[in-house]
């Protein structure tokens, strides 16, 4: 390789871990943001109301990323939802960015949810399957 190649191949390298770890941080503190409103009085209250509505949808959202994806079985993922105060959901993110994860990402973006305690709420969805 020519050195001109090897530097901005090298610069490209670290360019891209940087917005990895960027993207990581993002998430990790949105985690942290998610997990305060959970545990507020207000947050146990909208968990309630938003599991009810997210149950509803589950199985049939899994069961069309599976069969869209063509993976036999998911893998346990991490979902953030950014609820705007109408209960639509503003930014969505998955971890680790699977298949399955970011159809079911996807899919949930398009369901109206109960209207959070508040605008921008952030709201985790932690997706674990039973391994037979």
Not at 86 to 111: I, N, W, Y
Request: with cysteine.
């Amino acid at each position: 390789m020519r050195p001109t190649t090897v530097a901005l191949t090298l610069a490209a390298s670290m360019l891209t871990l940087r917005l990895v770890a960027a993207h990581d941080e993002t998430f990790d503190q949105r985690v942290e943001e998610a997990a305060q409103n959970r545990d507020s009085e207000a947050g146990r209250k909208y968990g309630d109301a938003f599991s009810k509505e997210f149950g509803a949808q589950y199985a049939p959202r899994l069961s069309q990323c599976l069969r869209q994806t063509g993976d036999p079985a998911a893998k346990d993922f991490e979902m953030l939802l950014r609820i705007a105060g109408d209960g639509q959901v503003e930014k969505a993110m998955v971890k680790p960015e699977t298949k399955v994860a970011m159809c079911f990402r996807d899919l949930s973006k398009q369901t109206r949810y109960p209207a959070p305690p508040s605008a921008g709420y952030w709201h985790l969805v932690s997706m674990r399957f039973r391994r037979n």
